[in-house]
């Protein structure tokens, strides 16, 4: 049972550009939120989070935004740059319990 | 910055072997957390420590043990290895109670 979602495996944006990464889930009780972007033969890297009493947190280039009544996230990346281009991750955590709790993860590739 | 080290990033190993895994925190990180990510899929937690307290713990077989050590360091301890435990293994850590985890680069097991 996959309570976490991630349900486009790549995406393709152009440099400059936004990027749009989806996520959703379906445990009612995930009140913490993570992203993590991650390169090949690297541990995932701690991009942004965001609380369940928030509905956007914002961090330079990154914007977290949280739909609690749609159980929707998503990471909005302005302007994309080709270093961004990663796997990223999307994970969930339940009631100030330590374990998180992984999206499939979205390969996101800009290009020039 | 210092990151997460974890320690060997490769490890090949027979079936019915044991094998250690090592993890060192970041420096003033209490926290640390184990995953497994299997080829092809999102890491799935093992286990987590909070001052040397196991606080949580998931899908970790009955095979595998951890410890967190007074230095705050942790070892994953793999008996009885079996084919599919081929994997890569993520340590990491924070300090409690945040919610932003820190992963190290990963152990890569293969079981033959």
């Known amino acids: 049972d996959q309570q976490v979602k991630q349900n486009s495996p790549s995406l393709s944006v152009q440099e400059g550009r936004i990027s749009i990464l989806n996520c959703d889930y379906t445990?009612?009780?995930?009140?913490?939120f993570l992203w993590y972007k991650k390169y090949p033969a690297e541990g995932p890297t701690f991009l942004i989070s965001?609380?369940?009493?928030?509905d956007k947190n914002e961090d330079g280039r990154f914007t977290v935004f949280l739909n609690k009544s749609a159980k929707h996230l998503s990471l909005h990346i302005v302007p994309s740059q080709p270093g961004d281009s990663a796997v990223y991750f999307c994970?969930?955590?339940?009631?100030?319990?330590?374990?998180?709790?992984f999206g499939t993860g979205t390969q996101l590739k800009v290009e020039l | 910055a210092a990151g997460v080290i974890q320690s060997p990033r490769h490890l090949i190993k027979e079936k019915r072997e044991t094998a250690t895994l090592k993890c060192y925190p970041i420096?003033?990180?209490?926290?640390v957390y184990w995953y497994q990510q299997g080829p092809g899929q999102d890491p799935q937690f093992l286990i987590s420590?909070?001052?040397?307290?196991?606080?949580d713990k998931g899908s970790i077989p009955d095979r595998f043990s951890a410890q967190q050590f007074s230095d705050y360091h942790s070892e994953l301890n793999m008996s009885s290895l079996e084919l599919g435990d081929s994997a890569l293994y993520f340590c990491?850590?924070?300090?409690?109670?945040?919610?932003?985890?820190?992963f190290g680069p990963g152990t890569r097991l293969l079981v033959l």
């Open positions: 965001i609380s369940s009493i928030k």
């Open positions: 994970a969930a955590k339940a009631g100030g319990g330590n374990k998180l709790t």
């Open positions: 445990n009612s009780m995930f009140d913490y």
């Open positions: 420590f909070y001052e040397k307290m196991q606080s």
């Open positions: 420096p003033r990180h209490d926290t």
């Open positions: 990491a850590s924070s300090s409690w109670p945040s919610g932003g985890q820190y």
